[in-house]
Structure formats: structure tokens, C-alpha cells
């Protein structure tokens, strides 16, 4: 493999018409945006550029475009978002293939309070704790209840639900990310958990098909060729753009920084980057230190 190295985004924008783009890890820490990432879409958007935020967020569509808006990103930067909460939330009130036809309507809520909305208009009894698992019907899985959980934390719940064989929706497949400098795990890191157990989950986002199908349809863009993703996750953002047939790069200095040896805006080894890529069976064709133009 030989990774193409890029100094910044301008030295890709003619190459496509369109963004795939990730948020978390990309474009803001989860409080605030990185330095240049604003500037950056403007550029984009002044060429030309159609982008759509493709974010395993387990929250509805407009909930990202509103945390966006309350970042100071605004909503002229890029055309759509999508979140895998949007593709939860479609999966389970559409009902339309059998593993979430069968769902029922207990749902025990494994997730914060913030992620609440994600329920509404579900048509659902919300169910919370360990208690609840005897009269749930499935599991949604947003993520844990506090930032400082672990899974180990989640080992009851998940043993007596896994013995029911509860099916569980994850709503993102994250297995962690970095808020303000601070790693938390992810609704994916207590799907994964669960399946160890036997149990069944149904996974929304990146990088699954459906989300990329999805984007494409807000992009308006059949060809392939002509579109980048670019994230900072070999296992979801990466790997999920690969399987879709679409160009893929990597953003050095997010999630895998730490492991990459590099801070934010620093260059990643190449060699460094491509053993990582290996592990993961994601090759990227290129990589940028950050969202900069």
C-alpha cells in the first residue's frame, strides 16, 4: 500500500464533487471545533463542494444540525447530515424486515439522558436499569449512562439480557471517542460485548452500508469516483467508505493519535498509519493531520 500524504484538504478538493464527512474526531472534540475546520468548509463550499456530515451520533438528524448550530458551524457550510440515530429511529418505527418487526414495544434504554430524544415518537415504553430486563422486549443501546462507565460496569445487564436472548438496536457502533481530550466508550463497545455473549444486535451508522446508500442519496451524486470520505476511525469511517467503493482518508490526529504518536495537526508516520490500516483490514488511500485547508 502506498498512502498519499496530504498537507491539507485543498490538495484533494478538485479531485471529487463531494464530502462524505465525519464529525467527532474531524470537525469539533465534542464541545468545540478544531482550529480550521470552520475555515476549511467555507473554502470547500466556495468550489464548488457538496458535503454531507455522516455521523455516528445515536441522536435524530436535526439534533446534530443543532449542536452544529450551537458550535458556530453553520448550516450553509455542508447540505445534510445524517446521524445512525436517524437510521435507528427509521429501522425501528419502519418495522420493515423481520429482526425489527419482532422488536416489541418495552424498550430498555441503555444511554443518557441527553440521548432521550432518540424515543421520542416511537410509540415506546421506555424502560431504564437492570430491573427492567425481565420486561423489556429489546435493548436501544446509545451508549452508557455516564462517561466514566466501562463495559465491565454493564456486565450484569448485559448477562441477564443476553440469557433472554433480548435483541439489542445499537444506535451507534463507536466503540469510543475522545470528548475534550477525554476517552469514553461508545454504544458500540457494549454491542460488541453483548454478541460475545450470543446475543443478537442490529448495528445503524458507519460503517455500514445503509449509511453510506444514504449519503449518497442526500449528496445527489451517483459516481462513485467523485466522492471522498474523509474520517478519523480506520475501524467505522474508514472501513465503512472502502466497503462502499468510495475513496477513503484518514484524519491522523483524532481518535488514533494517541497509538500514531502524533497531537492535533501533526503528521502520522506513514508506515505507523499503514501497520494500524492493516489491523483493521481498512486502507485509506491517503491521510491529512486535520481538517485544514
Not at 446521524?83 to 441503555?110: K, T
Amino acid at each position: 500500500m502506498s498512502l498519499q500524504v496530504f498537507p491539507g484538504i485543498k490538495e484533494i478538493a478538485s479531485r471529487y464533487d463531494g464530502i462524505i464527512l465525519d464529525l467527532w474526531g474531524v470537525v469539533h472534540d465534542g464541545r468545540d471545533p478544531y482550529p480550521g475546520a470552520v475555515e476549511c468548509l467555507k473554502k470547500l463550499r466556495a468550489v464548488g463542494t457538496r458535503i454531507v456530515l455522516l455521523s455516528n451520533a445515536p441522536r435524530r438528524s436535526i439534533a446534530v444540525i443543532e449542536q452544529m448550530q450551537a458550535m458556530n458551524i453553520d448550516r450553509h457550510l455542508y447540505d445534510d447530515a445524517l446521524s445512525s440515530g436517524e437510521l435507528a429511529y427509521r429501522a425501528i418505527v419502519g418495522r420493515s424486515d423481520p429482526f425489527h418487526a419482532a422488536l416489541g414495544r418495552r424498550c430498555l434504554h441503555i444511554g443518557p439522558e441527553r440521548d432521550r430524544g432518540l424515543l421520542a415518537d416511537m410509540a415506546l415504553e421506555r424502560l431504564v436499569g437492570s430491573e427492567a430486563v425481565p420486561e423489556a422486549t429489546f435493548i436501544l443501546n446509545t451508549g452508557p449512562w455516564e462517561d466514566d462507565e466501562t463495559v465491565a460496569d454493564y456486565e450484569p445487564l448485559l448477562t441477564k439480557a443476553a440469557a433472554r436472548k433480548l435483541p439489542m438496536v445499537c444506535a451507534n457502533p463507536d466503540l469510543e471517542v475522545i470528548r475534550a481530550g477525554k476517552r469514553i466508550i461508545c454504544a458500540g463497545a457494549l454491542a460488541r460485548r453483548y454478541e460475545h455473549l450470543g446475543a443478537p444486535v442490529a448495528y445503524h451508522g458507519k460503517p455500514y452500508p445503509d449509511a453510506y446508500r444514504e449519503a449518497m442519496a442526500l449528496m445527489g451524486i451517483a459516481d462513485l469516483r467523485r466522492v471522498v470520505a474523509i474520517g478519523d476511525s480506520l475501524l467505522t469511517d474508514i472501513r465503512g467508505a472502502v466497503g462502499a467503493g468510495i475513496d477513503a482518508i484518514l484524519v491522523t490526529s483524532g481518535i488514533h493519535g494517541a497509538e500514531l504518536g502524533v497531537r492535533f495537526g501533526e503528521h502520522a508516520a506513514p508506515e505507523a498509519v499503514e501497520r494500524a490500516a492493516r489491523r483493521e483490514g481498512a486502507l485509506p488511500m491517503g491521510v491529512v493531520s486535520a481538517l485544514q485547508w
